[in-house]
Every structure is written in structure tokens, then in C-alpha cells.
């Protein structure tokens, strides 16, 4: 008998003229005696999977909102703002041949991943600047996919279902619209593909804590984390870091002795990859830490350093101001938010706390026993886990008031040092210097005239931009094989035959290039009195660096050349 036969076949409880007014009155306490299990399925659970397919295409749609919100931050003044000097490097490594381009990364301070990958990109879609950096934007736009699938991810009580309602959207959010975040992605630097893989170490990793053992969770998180470690030496603090919470996984595992087997295959596994990335990289790594230490100077790390580091590190990233009254409260609210999450006793808090938290540690003990190396870009690593713990904690908040407090508490400081950031590049855009000294050159320059930059630091900056058929090379007096800050951005043919020019006065005329404020000083190519004076131009540079590129123009006397 179905549903509606035995509905109709009831006496009538109410007067005709109200029948049809209370209908579903009438009907909802035979609905539940009445029809047996089948017609109980149809009744409560078909309305529910249309509601599920719903929300769950609306969060999709909410991410493709995020990530296009995400690329527009991105994109603001990507090809009108001049390469600084560690992106300028990336340009040029990037452009060796593959034998040169072995012997510049290894005469750089950084491992090889990410310059192979630029390599790649720029062979195919070109070696233009801007194209360079796009390929940091698609990493950015990546890092915010794969958070919001990190913290989907994330075992949940059943207590806290509105966990899953807008937390891996917000932590999505967050990444998108946060400053450092997008400072990092409009640079030909190596920080967005590192964290993009520890976002994904880190979610492969939650993945091999489900009670059923897999092989493919441990092998994803062997290769992102092998990858992380040969993309910044920085994110090494972070693969240790997840190494120990995996390593907590090994030991606390269930007493079935044939799944801790399992577990431990998978955690060995993956050491393993890391090693087999290490070992034929071990020397160069020892080689390029060792003149690190020797010609990379900074001041000794202190206390206020440490506070103004973490403060841009959550406010506007590396060129932000300071806010004095706030510079000591940042930093305390980051080791609060770690320790929090280490002593919660969800799992998932656990990592998330020795990743934002354990890197931050190790490079303060670094700083103080070795050298300094603390830097607002070098914390973004574990400044994005700290990003993903504000989410997940707002997530928890049950009030409405206070966790909305909180949301647009936490938006609105981010979308404040957002605007910021854009209003420094604005102003940056309008003094690219090296572009428009690049462009100067270009165009005065003829072939058979040499341009001599002062100093492989002004080479550098202005090499990406200089065309091919200009003779453009560089004065440069220091032991090539061994000089850090030379080493990988220019080459013997760039310097060798430097003074010959000078000396055989064979050019009837020739140019410079050199820079005031460079470092406090004033860098500039001395010229033979053989030849005159005749023109000068400079062009101001204010993104990075606050100097003035001067090009000068010299002609030889009459009757030296002969």
C-alpha cells in the first residue's frame, strides 16, 4: 500500500473546508507509521542529497572566486616595476645553457629546483620579466587551492560540523588576499613554489593518518617534501618539521603490528626520497653554505630585530612600515597561536603548530649560533600555517558575534596592509629605473659602442632588459670563482676583456653605467682622460632600492686613437 493509498483511505479528522488548508497536518502522523523502510528512504533522504550537491558546488564556485580575487592582487604592475637584484639573478641563471646553469646555481646560496622549473617555463613561454614572475603567480594561485584541500582535509570532531561550512574557504581566503603572499608571488623567486609543496607535504601527510593504510599518501608527501628542501633552504625548518609529526605517527600507530609495519615502510619511503634528492647535492650544499657563512653579512640577531621581522611577517611583508605599539604584540600572538596548537590534542592542531611554529624556532637558534639569516620572505613558509591555524580557529568559534568579530577583525587587517602594498607599487611603477635605463641604452647605444656597468650588482639588475646585440658588459676586479654575490649572475666573457677596451682606446666612443645610492655609495666606471665627456642622463629606481642609475657618454679626443 503506498503512501498516498493509505492517506486517502483515512477518516476524515477535519471539517472539508479545512482538509485541504491543513493537508501536511494531517498527513505527517501517518507519514511515520505508514509506509514501511523503502518509502521512508524516498521521503528523508532524496531531499538531502540535492541540498549536499548544492553546497558543495557552491563552495567550488566560492573558491573560483577566491582564486580570480587571488590573481588580480597578483597581477597589479607585473611588468612596469624593475627586476631587484634576487630576481634579476633568477633571470640570468635561468637563461645559461644547461652546463653554465649548473655551475651558476651551485655558485649561488639556494638549491636547484626552482630555477629548473623557470628554466622550463621560459623555454616555453619566453624570457620576458613579466613572464618570469607570472610563474610565481601560478604558484600563489596554486598555494591557495591546495590550502583550501588541506584544511577540507582535516579529521573534525562531529561535535564542530560548522567547522566544514567555511573554514577551508576562509583559510583559502586568507592565503589570497594576504600581503606577503602576494608580495612573493610578483617575484621570479623561489617562495610560492615552496609553499605550495609544504601546503601539500602537509595535506599528503593529514592523508596517512586514516585508519586505512595507503602507500600513495606516504609517496606524495616523499616528493613534496624532497621537493620543498630543494627549493629554499628555508623550507628545510619546515620539512623537519613535518618529519616529526610523522614520526609521531610511527611511534603512537595501532598495536596491529602488521599496519605499524606498514606505516613505517611508508615513513621510510619517503625519508628516502629526501636522502636520494640529498646525496648527489650534499657537496654543492656544503660548498654554497660555506661562503654563505663567510661573505653574507648581516647584523647579529636581536630581540627587536626578531619583533619586526615577525610584525611584517603578518603585516605587509618585507616593505611594510612599523607600528610600533603593535611590533612587540605580533610576534607574541604567532608563538601564542603555535603553542596553542601544539597542546591541543587534535593531531591536525599538532602539525599545523610545528610548522608555523618549529621553522620560526630552528632559525633563531640558527641566527644565534651560526649567522643571522632571519628575513621577513624567508618566513612566509611557516607564515602560510600560521595563515591556515587563524582559519581553523575562527572556525571553531561558536558565537556569531565574536566569530564574526574575529572574521572581519582578521580581513580587514590583511585587505589594510593589501592596500598598502599596492600603493608601494604604485609608487615604484613610476621610477623603474633599470627599464627605462635599459630602454635608454637600447636605443643610443650602437653595436660597436660598449656599455660598461660599474659593478656586477648594476649589470645584473639591467641585463634582463638590455637587447642581445648591445655590447654590454662589466668592470669587475674580484676572484670570480669564488665571489657569492658574482658567482652566479655573470660570467668570464661578461668582464674578461673589460680593460683591454679601456686601455687599447680602440672605441671611438663608449658609455657607462653606474648608480648613486647604491648601498650608501656612489659606484661609477673610471675613464682614460683620452676620452671627453660628452653627455650624462640618469633615472631614478624605487622598488628594492632607493638609487639613481647614471649613464654617461664619452667620446675619444682627437688624435688619440692614432
Known amino acids: 500500500m503506498t503512501l498516498n493509498r493509505a492517506v486517502s483511505e483515512l477518516p476524515p479528522i477535519f471539517p472539508a473546508s479545512q482538509q485541504v488548508q491543513e493537508k501536511e497536518v494531517a498527513v505527517q502522523p501517518q507519514a511515520v507509521s505508514a509506509p514501511s523502510q523503502e518509502h521512508f528512504c524516498s521521503i528523508d533522504v532524496a531531499p538531502v542529497a540535492p541540498r549536499v550537491g548544492r553546497r558543495a558546488s557552491m563552495e567550488v564556485v566560492s573558491l573560483i572566486v577566491i582564486v580570480i580575487v587571488a590573481a588580480v592582487l597578483r597581477i597589479n604592475h607585473l ?74 582535509s582535516l579529521p573534525v570532531k562531529k561535535q564542530t560540523p560548522q567547522f566544514l561550512e567555511g573554514t577551508p574557504l576562509l583559510a583559502a581566503l586568507l592565503i589570497a588576499i594576504n600581503p606577503l603572499q602576494i608580495e612573493m608571488s610578483q617575484e621570479a623567486r623561489p617562495y610560492t613554489l615552496g609553499t605550495f609543496l609544504a601546503v601539500l607535504a602537509a595535506f599528503f601527510l593529514i592523508r596517512t593518518t586514516k585508519p586505512k593504510f595507503s602507500l600513495l599518501p606516504w609517496i606524495g608527501f616523499g616528493v613534496c617534501a624532497a621537493g620543498l628542501s630543494m627549493t629554499h633552504y628555508y623550507g628545510i625548518w619546515t620539512v623537519v618539521a613535518l618529519f616529526l609529526f610523522a614520526t609521531g605517527i610511527v611511534i603512537s600507530g595501532r598495536n596491529d603490528l602488521k599496519h605499524r609495519r606498514m606505516v613505517f615502510s611508508g615513513y621510510a619511503l619517503s625519508l628516502l626520497l629526501v636522502f636520494l634528492c ?8 656544503l660548498f654554497q653554505h660555506s661562503r654563505a657563512v ?17 610584525f611584517k611577517a603578518v603585516a605587509g611583508g618585507k616593505h611594510s ?109 613610476r621610477f623603474p629605473g633599470a627599464i627605462q635605463t635599459a630602454v635608454t641604452i637600447n636605443a643610443d ?67 657607462t653605467i653606474g648608480a648613486i645610492g647604491l648601498f650608501g655609495h656612489h659606484s661609477q666606471v673610471q675613464v682614460p682622460d683620452s676620452y671627453k665627456f660628452i653627455s650624462e642622463k640618469r633615472f631614478a629606481e624605487r622598488y628594492g632600492y632607493r638609487i639613481d642609475y647614471v649613464l654617461r657618454e664619452y667620446k675619444l679626443r682627437k688624435g688619440e686613437h692614432e
Open 79 to 152: 611588468s612596469d616595476v624593475s627586476l631587484w637584484y634576487d630576481e634579476a639573478c633568477s633571470w640570468r641563471i635561468s637563461q645559461y645553457p644547461w652546463a653554465g646553469m649548473w655551475t651558476a646555481i651551485a655558485h649561488d646560496a639556494h638549491p636547484p629546483l626552482y630555477y629548473l622549473i623557470l628554466r622550463a617555463w621560459s623555454a616555453f613561454w619566453g624570457n620576458e620579466p613579466a613572464t618570469l614572475r607570472a610563474l610565481s603567480i601560478v604558484f600563489g594561485l596554486a598555494t591557495v587551492c591546495a590550502t583550501w584541500s588541506l584544511v577540507r
Open 278 to 285: 640529498w646525496v648527489p647535492w650534499w657537496s654543492t650544499f
Open 294 to 310: 663567510e661573505q653574507l653579512w648581516m647584523e647579529p640577531l636581536t630581540v627587536e630585530m626578531f619583533l619586526e621581522t615577525s
Open 321 to 429: 612600515a612599523l607600528w610600533n605599539p603593535l611590533v612587540g604584540f605580533a610576534g607574541l600572538v604567532w608563538i601564542s597561536i603555535g603553542l596553542l596548537m601544539l597542546k591541543s590534542r587534535r593531531d591536525a592542531d599538532r602539525l599545523l603548530g610545528l610548522c608555523l611554529l618549529g621553522p620560526i624556532v630552528a632559525a633563531v637558534l640558527y641566527s644565534v649560533c651560526i649567522r643571522n639569516i632571519l628575513g621577513v620572505r624567508y618566513f612566509i613558509f611557516a607564515q602560510t600555517f600560521l595563515l591556515v591555524s587563524v582559519a581553523s580557529l575562527i572556525g571553531r568559534i561558536k558565537p556569531s558575534l565574536l566569530k564574526n568579530l574575529c572574521l572581519f577583525g582578521v580581513i580587514g587587517w590583511s585587505l589594510f596592509w593589501t592596500y598598502q602594498l599596492r600603493q608601494q607599487r604604485e609608487f615604484s611603477s
Open 445 to 511: 647605444v650602437g653595436a660597436d659602442q660598449p656599455c660598461i656597468a660599474s659593478s656586477p650588482f648594476i649589470f645584473t639588475l639591467l641585463t634582463p632588459y638590455i637587447d642581445k646585440d648591445v655590447s654590454f658588459v662589466v668592470r669587475y676586479g674580484k676572484d670570480f670563482d669564488h665571489d657569492l654575490l658574482s658567482g652566479p649572475s655573470i660570467r668570464r666573457g661578461d668582464f674578461e676583456n673589460v680593460d683591454s677596451i679601456l686601455r687599447l682606446q680602440q672605441q671611438s666612443r663608449i658609455w
